[in-house]
């Protein structure tokens, strides 16, 4: 039995799996003034940026939950609103401590489903032209693939080059990806730490081509989209393999998943139906076309469980390596 085991140990090792492959991910953004987007807001640990997140109650902040490691106090967070740049702020930047952070409890950092948290300010933010709430989707809103939304943030303009002071808001326009296309895309030429599959509650947004994407930093942040002359935040800004590389569009989290907890957590919370009058991209029957013009066949069923399987096995794995080596 313990001779299979190691077997088994060691086929997973040598699948390459990397022990996170969350990338705190704009690429081919351009620069945009906060009032356009006053639910944008800036989490910060130890006063350095640190993610992304939006205003959802003049109390509450939308972000990622991996954005909070359990090894970083929450008082050592705090979050600012109000501003178009980060370096230096502008003179009305609202800054404000963080009380609690709730994570989502069905957050699995193995398969990255679920990476929500809600973040309780100390007090509530004043809001205004630079301070404002975006609602919410229904569970029930269907979300059209070919739908052109933004992506915001003041994350690094391509992996690795941080953004220059002042370091203005960066806003890139992304279109939805139907979640089959998506995982298609992803596997053409995955790097050796891409291991997860895109679950129920993510929708990816982006181009083939890799002309735009969150990057480095944009964790957290917002994935809105306009829907008849209103604004709605569809996506929160988790994960990726590279930023702005091609056939690899961002992933991002359902709010809309999720919606019966976050009302939960905050009553307040503007949820609404909205009709997006938009058909679908149509889908290729066969695969996805690449980036370099070729069609590529959708991954099977089976290879996605699996998959999926062996993300899933990971923390044995790593316990396994750690008491034995």
Not at 127 to 139: D, E, K, Q, Y
Not at 173 to 194: A, F, G, M, N
Not at 290 to 303: F, H, I, Q, V
Request: glycine share 8%.
């Amino acid at each position: 039995m313990d001779n299979i085991l190691s077997h088994f140990l060691l086929l997973l090792a040598a699948v390459n799996i990397a022990s996170c492959q969350i990338h705190e991910r704009i690429v081919g953004g351009q620069s945009g003034s906060i009032e356009q987007y006053p639910w944008q807001v800036n989490l910060r640990y130890l006063l350095s940026p640190a993610c992304g997140g939006s205003i959802i109650a003049s109390q509450w902040i939308l972000t990622a939950c991996h954005c909070f490691p359990r090894e970083q106090a929450f008082a050592d967070y705090d979050v600012i609103a109000g501003t178009t740049n980060l370096d230096p702020t502008d003179p009305n930047t609202q800054t404000v401590l963080i009380d609690t952070v709730y994570r989502n409890p069905a957050y699995n950092e193995d398969a990255y489903s679920g990476d929500l948290a809600l973040v309780k300010l100390k007090q509530p933010l004043n809001l205004g032209t630079a301070v404002g709430i975006i609602s919410l989707l229904a569970a029930d809103v269907q979300i059209p693939a070919g739908l052109i939304c933004v992506v915001t943030g003041w994350g690094n303009i391509r992996s690795g080059v941080a953004l220059e002071n002042p370091k203005p808001l960066q806003v890139g326009s992304v279109q939805v990806i139907s979640s089959r296309t998506c995982q298609c895309l992803h596997s053409i030429k995955p790097s050796k730490d891409s291991i997860t599959t895109i679950q129920s509650d993510m929708i990816c947004a982006g181009y083939k081509e890799g002309t735009t994407d969150a990057c480095q930093g944009d964790s957290g942040g917002p994935l809105s989209c306009k829907i008849e002359k209103k604004w709605y935040q569809i996506g929160v800004v988790s994960w990726g393999d590279e930023c702005g590389a091609k056939n690899q569009p961002g992933v991002y989290i359902l709010p809309s998943a999720y919606i019966e907890w976050i009302k939960g957590i905050v009553p307040d919370v503007q949820v609404e139906t909205a009709i997006i009058n938009q058909e679908p991209t149509p889908e290729e029957e066969l695969g996805c076309w690449g980036a370099d013009g070729k069609l590529y066949p959708y991954p099977s069923r089976g290879t996605s469980v699996l998959v999926t399987f062996i993300s899933l096995l990971l923390p044995l794995l790593c316990a396994y390596l750690l008491t034995n080596l």
